[in-house]
């Protein structure tokens, strides 16, 4: 008889939890398992090694920069017109250099950035030459105090099709742009607050057109545009605001 009991006894749970078992349907899944993190054992040299970031080259407490990019490109329609299509292939040719600062507080950026275009058809129409010359900076009040700013001289061309553009076999439309930009940035715990202005002056030069046919004057859409902008910001998370 003691026998019996301690058998009931026993197999009592077991008969409780197998309906509590069946319950769970088929494909529930259950808590993600911990992902375990394979720990980063390569040598110092080794992590240097497999770095492709460009590590530039030091010039007294700045890093020099450079870059070169060849780029190969075929436009169907040259002139963005609806009807007698030509194309070409393009030849883009595009170097720049980045001086920047290395220090602790402050920063200082020069560069310098170009842009050449060879056309395969009428190049003394299309080719053109573009150039950006400029430096940025910031000082540092305070831990999240700075104000900043830069500046910035650009030789640059209109792509054909744009609007005010002259369509057809015309010479492109070149134009200097001057930047000035000022700003001014400040943290108050979680609350932060950013202002910045800026300025471009648009240059236009004149198309022309041949001896015969003269000039397409653009010095009406040469022009200063002022920009202000307040941004006010609050963070209720580490990287979220």
Do not use: C
Request: aromatic share 12%; no cysteine; hydrophobic share 35%.
């Amino acid at each position: 008889m003691k026998l019996s009991h301690l058998i009931a006894a026993a197999s009592a749970p077991l008969a409780l939890t197998l309906p509590a078992i069946a319950q769970s349907p088929p494909g529930a899944v259950g808590p993600p398992q911990q992902r375990m993190e394979r720990p980063d054992d390569r040598t110092p040299a080794a992590r240097q090694a497999e770095d492709y970031n460009p590590r530039g080259i030091r010039v007294g407490s700045f890093k020099l920069f450079s870059e070169l990019e060849l780029d190969e490109a075929f436009n169907d329609n040259v002139y963005a017109v609806s009807s007698g299509r030509q194309g070409a292939f393009i030849q883009q040719i595009k170097p720049s250099a980045e001086l920047r600062s290395n220090w602790s507080n402050h920063m200082l950026n020069f560069y310098a950035k170009a842009g050449f275009g060879l056309y395969s058809l009428d190049p003394g129409l299309n080719n053109f030459q573009d150039v950006s010359v400029g430096a940025d900076g910031r000082v540092d009040i305070q831990r999240n105090w700075n104000v900043y700013g830069g500046g910035s001289w650009n030789r640059r061309h209109e792509e054909r099709g744009t609007p005010n553009t002259v369509t057809g076999p015309v010479p492109i439309t070149v134009y200097n742009q001057t930047i000035g930009n000022v700003g001014y940035f400040q943290k108050f715990n979680r609350f932060n607050v950013r202002l910045d202005g800026r300025l471009d002056n648009y240059q236009y030069f004149d198309n022309g057109l041949g001896p015969a046919q003269g000039v397409i004057p653009n010095s009406d859409r040469n022009r200063n545009e002022f920009r202000e902008a307040a941004r006010f910001g609050y963070e209720f998370l580490p990287g979220y605001e």
